[in-house]
């Protein structure tokens, strides 16, 4: 006797994410955007009588078409569809559907989005103005610096995603060595080289931080309460950038509103900096100095070159100056 295909939205969506994260690796926040959005998908289907297993096309195109009711952005409308498509092909290829219901919808037409970048300039303000902190007259104000700076540098220089970033183990900025190791989305681990900049960085924080822990174990502080359980000590923390949060190390969204704060103090607009622009600055002044797609691929730790390809723009800009200034016929100013 056939086992009957389950029924329930839940179900179905649950039996997605186990293979996304079985048989492609992928991350914990992966899975938690795709989860949220099909699980909208589900509940708007519910809404209107309609389940996941039964959806026709004429479903999918009400759903989307109740989706720029809501004037979601283009970029919000077709990463939901793209999510819904790759729904109903793991359901046909597991045999809970005898067809693909979403093959034959279209995604709304979306212009090319060029990525927010600083300029070479910005990035030195910024650095400048993290590094302006480090003569703080206290010792936790001149550390906060430090981190901040430290953060700053080896994100510049290694154009690592922020939850890359903030999770790096101390081992890795211990160690003399010219690479730095990082474990990525979906734990594809890659090499990032490491700069001058950023390793001076690196260790000139590690040092203060040290220091913070030693005068913090010697001062004659009150007992401890022995009724609460004691936390980590931050001087004894496995990370780089540690705290004393659920995770241990500094979140992204801490990151991510000092970096603003700082942007705003060395005269940036705050709401155009952020750790996601810092790694498309990397990227794109890579490439405006020689560096070629497949390089920057391998150093954002891209899976598909197709990702990467939205810093083309740059290389068109350098290849147009190329022509202009060393082609023979080319007019001169």
Request: with cysteine; charged share 25%; aromatic share 4%.
């Amino acid at each position: 006797m056939a086992r009957r295909p389950p029924q329930n939205n839940d179900t179905l969506i649950e039996l997605y994410l186990d293979m996304l994260a079985a048989e492609r690796g992928a991350a914990r926040n992966t899975l938690d955007a795709y989860r949220r959005d099909l699980s909208g998908f589900a509940a708007d289907l519910d809404a209107v009588g309609g389940n996941i297993l039964a959806a026709t096309s004429d479903d999918l195109r009400g759903h989307l078409a109740r989706l720029a009711k809501r004037q979601l952005a283009t970029a919000s409308v077709a990463r939901r569809l793209s999510a819904i498509r790759q729904l109903y092909r793991f359901l046909y290829a597991e045999g809970h559907r005898g067809d693909d219901p979403a093959a034959v919808i279209e995604g709304p037409k979306r212009g090319r989005t060029l990525p927010k970048v600083l300029s070479i300039k910005e990035v030195d303000r910024l650095l400048a103005q993290a590094r302006a902190g480090l003569a703080a007259e206290t010792m936790p104000e001149r550390l906060r610096a430090a981190r901040l700076t430290c953060l700053l540098e080896v994100l510049y220089a290694t154009g690592l995603r922020v939850s890359e970033l903030v999770a790096l183990p101390e081992a890795g900025a211990r160690r003399d060595q010219r690479m730095l190791m990082v474990r990525g989305k979906g734990g594809r681990e890659r090499l990032v080289p490491l700069n001058g900049a950023a390793k001076t960085a690196m260790a000139d924080y590690l040092a203060l931080r040290a220091e913070t822990a030693s005068n913090s174990s010697k001062s004659d502080g009150p007992k401890p309460d022995r009724s609460k359980p004691d936390r980590p000590k931050i001087g004894q923390s496995k990370w780089l950038f540690p705290s004393f949060g659920e995770s241990g190390h500094l979140s992204r969204q801490h990151f991510a509103r000092d970096l603003k704060a700082l942007a705003a103090a060395a005269g940036l607009k705050s709401s155009q900096v952020s750790p996601h622009v810092l790694r498309h600055a990397f990227a794109s002044h890579l490439l405006q100095n020689g560096a070629d797609l497949r390089t920057v691929q391998t150093l954002l730790g891209h899976a598909d070159i197709s990702t990467t390809q939205i810093y083309t723009h740059v290389l068109e800009e350098r290849l147009k100056s190329l022509v202009r200034d060393l082609h023979p016929l080319a007019e001169k100013p």
